[in-house]
């Protein structure tokens, strides 16, 4: 069994960040192709700035992600997450400690920690061997003057109590290690491996910031990306599988996923790559996964009737698939399948209901009804041939019935939507077409 023992440890003060979100996927990678274990540690000891509605973003963002870990305070499963705001205790044994083996000072009330003025050498796994200078930096404070301890100190127990083996986070923390290795020195302890992982850049070269548009994974979960989607361009944050590929599978990027692999460079987060894989994954779901999505978004839109049926969903989906890239584009793409009071786009009624277009329709009609097979290769050989008796081409049918049927100029395959609607639908359809365009 691995010994490999790693943690995600955000702090709950507002969202999910997507440089967390990869930290924490960075992290699972790791535990899970070395068989080892991931704890979720909520680094909570700021009262005045965390929230529990700030731990539901992080526990809804994870689990969106499909990031499960293997450990908790609470014995069976599912695990819940360590809090350190319930480790005090903990805390004071390893300060009373520091006390009484004089490792620490009063000053002005507060507890320091006296830092050695020598270099000292932080070995990286992806990083290589960093060196601090050290000779101009403060004694480090350990406990505030109000009693409670520091964020370097909490870490560090946390870490030794935890029995983290490999602390895997963001290259931002690389400053702080020499003091989470002055913690360890003086308590005598090993202190585990460190991996920073690169910074992630916005397109025009800044540091991504909480504020910036794309920064939280809410927003992905509230436009319908695909988790799988979004989980696969993470992982390109920073590694690769090499082979010069943009869609990994997880399971292989399981398999393959090592911390020496891991790119020195800052990664930058392209949106439009994301919107791009998402369309991929989206092309290639399988239905019973589409499905899922859409209902959820249908319902929250208000256009999924409630006992719908499943076969004639499906059947919408399988048409419009391959159009759609993001989830939010289901109610806009599905909508007229269920709504029979659907508005007409009114520049295609102004290019296409014409006269001309409204007496190919009625014309059109009149075909359609004599249609006992109402499947798509049937549609297309019954529209050409009318094209084909009435010397006009097959489109001067195709445009109204389509504006018919949907209310818009653009769609599916036009055979497979009017399938897919069935004869009846199509039919009521036409007529209410003609009704509201019929000339005065």
């Known amino acids: 069994m691995s010994s490999v023992r790693v943690r995600f440890a955000p702090s709950p003060t507002g969202l999910l960040h997507i440089g967390g979100a990869r930290t924490a996927l960075f992290n699972w990678l790791y535990a899970r192709h070395t068989g080892g274990k991931l704890i979720l540690r909520i680094e909570d000891t700021d009262a005045a700035r965390n929230t529990q509605e700030a731990v539901d973003i992080i526990f809804k963002g994870l689990q969106w992600l499909g990031l499960d870990w293997d450990e908790g305070p609470d014995k069976g499963g599912p695990y819940g997450p360590y809090f350190q705001s319930q480790r005090n205790d903990i805390y004071k044994k390893y300060v009373d400690r520091l006390r009484e083996e004089g490792k620490v000072y009063e000053h002005e009330g507060a507890l320091k920690l006296k830092i050695p003025r020598t270099p000292i050498v932080v070995p990286d796994l992806v990083c290589g061997d960093v060196t601090f200078d050290r000779a101009n930096d403060q004694d480090l404070v350990l406990v505030r003057k109000d009693g409670s301890p520091v964020f370097h100190l909490v870490n560090v127990i946390d870490d030794i109590e935890m029995k983290i083996t490999h602390v895997i986070r963001g290259e931002e923390h690389l400053s702080n290690t020499p003091k989470h290795l002055a913690i360890f020195e003086a308590l005598g302890l090993p202190a585990p491996r460190y991996a920073h992982i690169p910074i992630i850049l916005n397109t025009d070269g800044s540091k991504m910031s909480k504020r910036d548009q794309g920064a939280s994974v809410g927003d992905y979960i509230a436009a319908g990306y695909l988790p799988e989607a979004v989980r696969n361009y993470l992982c390109l944050l920073g590694w690769s599988p090499k082979e010069n590929r ?38 290639k779901a399988p239905m019973e996964r589409l499905e899922a999505l859409a209902v959820q978004l249908l319902t929250e839109a208000g256009v999924l009737p409630a006992g719908h049926d499943p076969a ?21 793409w599905l909508s007229y399948f269920f709504q029979e009071e659907f508005a007409f786009d009114p520049a295609a009624v102004a290019k296409v209901f014409t006269p001309e277009g409204l007496a190919n329709l009625t014309r059109l009609r009149a075909e359609l009804e004599k249609a006992d097979d109402f499947t798509a290769a049937a549609l297309e050989t019954r529209f050409k041939a009318l094209a084909e008796a009435e010397g006009k081409k097959v489109g001067a049918y195709i445009h109204p019935v389509r504006l018919a049927a949907s209310g818009r100029s653009v769609g599916p395959s036009l055979y497979h939507l009017l399938e897919v609607l069935g004869k009846a639908r199509v039919l009521t359809r036409i007529d209410r077409a003609l009704g509201a365009h019929a000339p005065a």
Not at 249 to 261: C, G, R, S, T, V
């Open 246 to 283: 943009e869609i990994i599978d997880m399971q292989e990027a399981i398999e393959k996923f090592d911390l020496p692999q891991i790119k020195r460079g800052n990664a930058v987060f392209d949106t439009n790559k994301l919107f791009w894989l998402n369309g991929e994954y989206m092309r």
């Open 312 to 332: 004639y969903l499906r059947a919408a989906l399988a048409i419009v698939q391959e159009k759609i890239k993001l989830g939010r584009e289901l109610p806009e």
